[in-house]
């Protein structure tokens, strides 16, 4: 009877641990941060062995004999920044003081001038819209059988009665500044102008009817380099069942390791999109630990990489709920992080930073998959936030080992993720896609802003140039109409 109590007992235990864990990562997603950041608990924390020994060897034991020197001061020099010299200017003088203020008090004399100031100042001109009016001679034979005319000039859509101005600065505002169709219109009519949502969303569809080329030319690009990154986001849909309600779509990202990246809209989060479009691909495939990539990871010819980001996201989690063990996984990985951040800083050399992980990374990456099958094999995997991050590892150690198998390349798929963060913040103001034939719309829009933003490109001043050239340039030289094209011939 007694052993019996003591079992239920241990048993009881185990389940408020496992109860109170849970508790605290509820807590944490109501109302903690969201950030992965650590407080070390020491100045050493983060050092791994070898690169940092020297140092630390040297700041525990200074030299006796070092003289002291003064504190060399870091960071940025503080006062007001200059003004971009890339801004127009606009000279203004100051009127002079009239002849009684030129007059010293204390000796009656008359001033003279010493010297001159000059100060700059950031201003703004209003938004100006105006109407061009565009005239043009049209000639005809004495019988009206034939007819001559000079066509409009670029830029100018007579349909429409819209010039490309107009349609580049509603695609930057919609697409990179993530106003919503209603709320610019409400803007537009501040300046006296009338332009309807609808009709925005017209304009929309003729821009990017113009712009396909350029985008599957990005696409093109992007799926012919050897090492790419995927990663889907949720998007809601509007949906046709229900009024007012929506459905969860996908934005899929796919991005070059130093190159361009474009967006693909699907209708789900499910894996056909990516298999249907990396149906050819082959190299280096680096995603997250899910399973909704239509099998590509594992086709033939196809190197699948996990990211260790995302692992060390579990971790995180299980420390923030008061896993002490958590620690011994934490660290490790950190400095995993340490190591490649010192090898981008310093820009080694693909065959150095080989060197650099086989000594350093790859036994650390080896001793805690060890670490994580012990504790496998110790604690059962019960079902606390501990135990699911050591699954998690355990179950891509092969896709997690490979990322520091070859050079160049990443150990986390955090470029993806950095490609999406903008859809992701910009959808608090535009809620939803509105319908289907929309998503593609968008997916095409982001992508063209998105490598804008990139590359340091103006979006607005990029669409204004294409949309006046793309329907009078060769379709074989596309690519020079691309944001890296574009900005390679303006010499920025």
């Given amino acids: 009877m007694v052993k019996a109590l003591q079992c239920e007992n241990e048993q009881l235990k185990t389940e408020v641990k496992v109860l109170s864990l849970r508790v605290k990562v509820l807590e944490k997603e109501l109302y903690g941060s969201r950030a992965d950041r650590r407080t070390p608990e020491d100045p050493r924390q983060g050092a791994f062995a070898g690169i940092d020994a020297d140092d630390q060897a040297h700041a525990a034991n200074p030299p006796a004999s070092s003289p002291k020197r003064k504190k060399e001061r870091t960071g940025k020099k503080k006062g ?22 030129l007059i010293c008090p204390l000796t009656g004399c008359a001033m003279k001038p010493v010297f001159t100031e000059t100060i700059e100042v950031l201003a703004r001109k209003p938004a100006e819209h105006y109407v061009r009016r565009i005239t043009r001679q049209v000639f005809a034979s004495p019988d009206g059988e034939a007819m001559a005319y000079s066509p409009w000039p670029c830029g100018v859509l007579p349909k429409s009665r819209i010039d490309v101005s107009v349609i580049a600065n509603l695609l930057t505002s919609r697409f990179a500044d993530h106003q919503p169709y209603h709320r610019q219109s409400g803007q537009l009519k501040r300046h006296g102008v009338t332009l309807a949502s609808n009709t925005m969303v017209s304009l929309v569809r003729l821009a990017c009817e113009k712009l396909q080329p350029i985008y599957n030319a990005i696409r093109k690009q992007t799926l012919a380099t050897a090492y790419l990154m995927m990663d889907p986001t949720p998007v809601p849909l509007q949906s046709k069942s229900k009024k007012g309600g929506t459905k969860e779509a996908a934005l899929w990202t796919y991005r070059a390791l130093d190159g361009p990246v474009f967006f693909e809209f699907a209708t789900s989060k499910r894996g056909i999109t990516p298999a249907q479009t990396l149906k050819d691909y082959q190299g280096i495939l680096q995603t997250d630990g899910a399973s909704n990539f239509g099998g590509v990871p594992s086709r033939p010819g196809v190197i699948a990489m996990n990211c260790w980001a995302h692992a060390r996201r579990y971790f995180v989690k299980a420390e923030e709920a008061g896993e002490p063990a958590a620690k011994d996984y934490l660290d490790p990985i950190d400095r995993l992080f340490r190591i490649e951040s010192r090898a981008r800083y310093f820009r080694l050399k693909a065959g150095n930073v080989k060197k650099l992980r086989d000594k350093y990374s790859l036994p650390l990456v080896d001793a805690l998959f060890e670490r994580a099958k012990q504790y496998a094999i110790d604690q059962r995997l019960l079902k606390t936030p501990l135990p699911k991050a050591v699954k998690y590892v355990l179950g891509r150690t092969k896709e997690l080992r490979e990322c520091f198998l070859h050079t160049p390349s990443r150990i986390d798929n955090n470029l993806a993720e950095n490609a999406l963060r903008p859809i992701k913040l910009g959808a608090k103001n535009w809620l939803f896609i509105g319908h289907e034939n929309a998503g593609p719309r968008t997916a095409m829009m982001f ?25 009078d340039h060769p379709n074989a030289r596309i690519e020079e109409l691309t944001p890296s094209g574009w900005k390679s011939s303006k010499n920025f």
């Fill in 447 to 471: 992508t063209l802003v998105e490598n804008c933003r990139m590359l340091g490109i103006n979006p607005e001043a990029y669409f204004i140039d294409v949309l006046a050239k793309v329907d």
């Fill in 80 to 101: 007001p920044k200059p003004l971009n010299p890339d801004l127009p200017r606009v000279d203004e003088t100051v009127a002079d003081p009239g002849l009684k203020a």
